[in-house]
T-cell receptor, first 112, second 114 residues
Framework: LAKTTQPISMDSYEGQEVNITCSHN???????ITWYQQFPSQGPRFIIQ???TKVTNEVASLFIPADRKSSTLSLPRVSLSDTAVYYC?????????????FGKGTRLHILP | NAGVTQTPKFRILKIGQSMTLQCAQD?????MYWYRQDPGMGLKLIYY???????DKGEVPNGYNVSRSTTEDFPLRLELAAPSQTSVYFC?????????????FGPGTRLLVL
């Protein structure tokens, strides 16, 4: 599985757009990029997944440049309830020994 | 559907005691996982199962045991609790692994070993 690097923490204000970038220089051809969100005292929750270009759902957008060595999770018009830890994961898991690895994630703090 | 459920929500153990953390899912998922999360840290995989009767070690299996007798249930056993096992434990499940599909997580069990 490709190693990922993302900022440890970010602050933003309500109503702003927040972009969290994840670096994954060793991403393999068949790897997907997946983001999870974890609220305090809860388990992680799947947000979005993509392979290339742009993916959008009701929660977020995911931008992936052509070289796929990084990706950006975009949260439009955040609110206080978006305060959470966001994890970037990269991999394909084609082999039984492959394991999903959650790093420390990015701790996003939304201010009023 | 209840999704993934875990019991208990919180437990205090004395050093050397044993306990079983329960996990159940009603989504007919083949894959199930146990993670632990220490304060301010990411999740670490303890054990996982690819189906009933099949389990495998994750990153941090020492001090734990699992079994998978049914598709729905995946209990985690702590035999001799140690302070280092103080953590929040999450159970998760997914339909398949090979397409990196969504993992569904339970609400967690907070364990304190004193």
């Amino acid at each position: 599985l490709a190693k990922t690097t993302q900022p440890i923490s970010m602050d933003s204000y309500e109503g702003q757009e927040v972009n969290i970038t994840c670096s994954h220089n060793n991403i393999a051809t068949n790897d997907y990029i997946t983001w999870y969100q974890q609220f305090p005292s809860q388990g992680p929750r799947f947000i979005i997944q993509g392979y290339k270009t742009k993916v959008t759902n009701e929660v977020a957008s995911l931008f992936i440049p052509a070289d796929r060595k990084s990706s950006t999770l975009s949260l439009p018009r955040v609110s206080l309830s978006d305060t959470a830890v966001y994890y970037c994961l990269v991999g394909e898991l084609m082999n039984r020994d492959d394991k999903i690895i959650f790093g420390k994630g990015t701790r996003l703090h939304i201010l009023p | 559907n209840a999704g993934v459920t875990q019991t208990p929500k919180f437990r205090i153990l004395k050093i050397g005691q044993s306990m079983t953390l329960q996990c159940a899912q009603d989504m007919n998922h083949n894959y199930m996982y146990w993670y632990r999360q220490d304060p301010g840290m990411g999740l670490k995989l303890i054990y996982y199962s690819v189906g009933a009767g099949i389990t495998d070690k994750g990153e941090v299996p020492n001090g734990y045991n699992v079994s998978r007798s049914t598709t729905e249930d995946f209990p985690l056993r702590l035999e001799l609790a140690a302070p280092s096992q103080t953590s929040v434990y999450f159970c998760a499940s997914s339909y398949e692994r090979t397409s990196f599909v969504t993992q569904y997580f339970g609400p967690g069990t907070r364990l304190l070993v004193l």
